[in-house]
Nanobody
Framework: QVQLQESGPGLVKPSQTLSLTCTVS??????????WRWIRQPPGKGLEWIGT???????YYSPSLKSRTSISRDTSENQFSLQLSSVTPEDTAVYYC??????????????WGQGTQVTVSS
């Protein structure tokens, strides 16, 4: 059973960098055929994909967030991380990490972390 757990500060000041880590257990982030995602849900809004890191370490970002986003990994710790710079109150959201796998011609998230609330406020 794969489990994902987000960790990081729950409160970030405007203009600072939001940093979150996802710790994965029950499976390796270097296993082929899987990718690892960061997704967020602002209050009252739908899910928003932030970015993905593949099992070989390639990264893909949402065009709307690309200039402020960096996703990296630590294979020795089986973790992947999100950094979102120059945050504003609009970045307030529940942040999720998830595993993605390919189903036919599409990718879908089959395991999710419980989510962590991040509030941007001075």
């Amino acid at each position: 059973q794969v489990q994902l757990q987000e960790s990081g500060p729950g409160l970030v000041k405007p203009s600072q960098t939001l940093s979150l880590t996802c710790t994965v257990s029950g499976g390796s982030i270097t296993s082929s055929s899987y990718a690892w995602r960061w997704i967020r849900q602002p209050p009252g809004k739908g899910l928003e994909w932030i970015g993905t890191i593949t099992y070989v370490g390639s990264t893909y970002y949402s065009p709307s967030l690309k200039s402020r986003t960096s996703i990296s990994r630590d294979t020795s710790e089986n973790q992947f991380s999100l950094q979102l710079s120059s945050v504003t109150p609009e970045d307030t959201a529940v942040y999720y990490c998830a595993r993605a796998r390919q189903g036919g011609s599409t990718w879908y998230s089959d395991y999710w972390g419980q989510g962590t609330q991040v509030t941007v406020s001075s």
